[in-house]
């Protein structure tokens, strides 16, 4: 597959990932703002804090370097029966990480008040199971992703999530005295779903004409389960090595990932009533980065594994290949900072206004408006963060990987140490603000990283990051004339008030955007021709 090929399959993998993200979150969304109506704040910080935290740390811990590893690289010439067979791993992995976990959420951090939070010793057992169930399907997601089958992760998981809300929302009307129940059963739903929609696809698309027409390099279900070569090795070493440097990595990286809830978990900074009110307001300001952010980020992580060449300086790439990953990263960058600076620029106004209608007086009073306003900012931050370290993870070599450990050591001990120092000054903004600290350190090794390997060619990705100056103006004329509509319309009066202010808030994004769209011609082309799915088309 060429790099233009590779190029066009990650932008529709972006796009569709894009539309999942929006469609996931929208419907946390909702489920949310309709669970707040029915349960505890405090239920709601368990299983959104604690639980999640769980479920989180054990997936990721025990795939997230498999992933990395096994989606490097070109896949054509790779022996996919030893990749099979690394994948699995991840089951025996899981198990031990589970263990490991439910010990430690058992028995060493204190429960919550039974009264309040009900169950709480079995649903910490039934999440663990709910995460090991979505590590089966771990094998079939890798070949899905390295193979371009990008309707199915789409499909897959949209059932489950829709199963996953059906079966919240029935339960937490009909029987809310459940409790924690309500939640680890559609957690189960979730992971079940997405297994078998994963496993009946596979069992249709193995041996089929489609299959064929696109080179699939296996031909029957019992070449999904871990089986011995004869002649070969049972698993590529140099992959395992790989997997294992990324391994070091991804314990670290969880923590930078995850950090403000494990600092809240273990640490009792706050109460469970704060923690689920964090949460809430962590998640809605985190929307349009789920949205748009991520999902860019894993696809085109694919995108530059397979085009540039895993530990390769420039001098030794071919020239196409260099050209289009600057290209491509120069566009990325410049659309994820101008998205970041729009929702700095507009999330201070609005951020009272959102949580006003989401949550009512629960979320808007107290802390909850200055949380957003901090995480608008912060969102800038996480829009640089994902693309740079999407590319310096793809470009590093292994040895280059293993160094970067020891600087992601020092980033989660100081961010540790940073979360707990500011949150016991500011409250939960101390957290935001950590984050904020972290992500600078983390962004200045990724620019320095690809300044230094783009330094022998002609390519200057990095200009990416300087936006148009008519932008940059029209951007602060914005958030000056919504910060006077604030103050004159919103929040505690009628609703045509708060309708004026939404108004102006429109008509100055509508300015913002008529300008990108005048200034930005670059960036509009590459939307136009990459990001934008072509639906009448057949995915490749």
Not at 18 to 29: I, S
Not at 366 to 373: I, K, M, Y
Not at 425 to 447: W, Y
């Given at each position: ?62 795939r997230e370097a498999f992933r990395r590893a096994c989606l490097s690289g070109d896949g054509a ?86 199963a996953k809300c059906l079966v919240t929302v029935v339960m937490v009307v009909s029987a809310p ?364």
């Open positions: 597959m060429g790099s233009e090929d590779v190029l066009k399959s990650a932008s529709t993998l972006a796009s569709y990932n894009v539309l999942l993200q929006v469609m996931f979150r929208l419907l946390t969304f909702f489920l949310n703002a309709f669970t707040l109506r029915f349960v505890s704040k405090e239920l709601i910080g368990v299983v959104n804090v604690r639980l999640m935290l769980l479920y989180t740390t054990l997936v990721f811990l025990s010439g790779r022996n996919w029966r030893q990749v099979i067979n690394l994948l699995w791993f991840t089951l025996p992995l899981g198990c031990f990480w589970g263990v490991l976990l439910v010990c430690v959420w058992w028995w060493l951090l204190q429960a919550p008040d039974p009264q309040t939070v009900p169950h709480y010793v079995p649903a910490v057992g039934l999440f663990c199971f709910a995460a090991l169930t979505e590590l089966l399907a771990e094998p079939l997601w890798v070949l899905a992703q390295a193979h371009m089958l990008i309707r199915l992760k789409v499909i897959a998981e949209s059932l489950a999530m829709i005295k459940w409790g924690l129940y309500i939640f680890s059963a559609a957690q189960c739903v979730y992971a079940g779903f997405l297994l078998l929609c994963y496993f009946v696809y596979f069992l249709r698309f193995l041996g089929s004409a489609d299959a064929k027409k696109k080179a699939f390099p296996l031909h029957h279900v019992s070449q999904l389960l871990p089986t011995r070569i004869k002649g070969q090795p049972i698993i590529n070493w140099k992959l395992a090595t790989l997997t294992w440097s990324f391994f070091k990595q991804s314990f670290l990286k969880q923590i930078l990932t995850e950090g403000e809830r494990y600092v809240m978990t273990f640490l009792n900074v706050l109460n469970f009533g704060d923690q689920g009110v964090y949460d809430i307001v962590n998640n809605l300001g985190s929307m349009v980065a789920r949205f748009l952010f991520l999902p860019i980020e894993e696809s085109f992580y694919v995108f530059f594994a397979k085009v540039l060449e895993r530990g390769r300086d420039v001098q030794h790439q071919k020239e196409e290949e260099v050209s289009i990953a600057a290209d491509v990263l120069e566009c990325l960058l410049k659309l994820v900072l101008l998205i970041g600076l729009i929702i700095t620029a507009f999330g201070y106004s609005y951020s009272h206004l959102a949580l006003s209608l989401y949550g009512g007086e629960l979320l808007s009073s107290g802390t909850g408006p200055a949380l957003l306003r901090c995480y608008s900012f912060y969102v800038l931050f996480l829009a640089i963060n994902g693309v740079t370290e999407c590319f310096v993870f793809a470009a590093m070599s292994k040895e280059e990987v293993d160094r970067y450990n020891l600087v992601m050591l020092g980033l989660s001990a100081s961010f540790l140490m940073l979360s707990y120092w500011l949150t016991w000054l500011f409250g939960g903004i101390g957290f935001i603000l950590a984050n904020c600290c972290n992500m600078v350190l983390r962004i200045t090794h990724s620019l320095i990283y690809i300044q230094h390997y783009f330094k022998h060619s002609d390519h200057a990705p990095l200009s990416g990051l300087r936006p148009h100056p008519a932008v940059l103006i029209a951007l602060m004329i914005s958030s000056v004339l919504t910060a006077f509509s604030e103050s004159m319309f919103c929040c505690d009066s009628g609703w045509l008030l708060r309708l004026a202010h939404i108004t102006t808030g429109a008509v100055c994004l509508l300015g913002v955007v008529i300008i990108v769209f005048l200034t930005e011609t670059r960036l509009v082309q590459f939307i136009r021709t990459q990001l934008i799915p072509k639906y009448s088309k057949k995915d490749t």
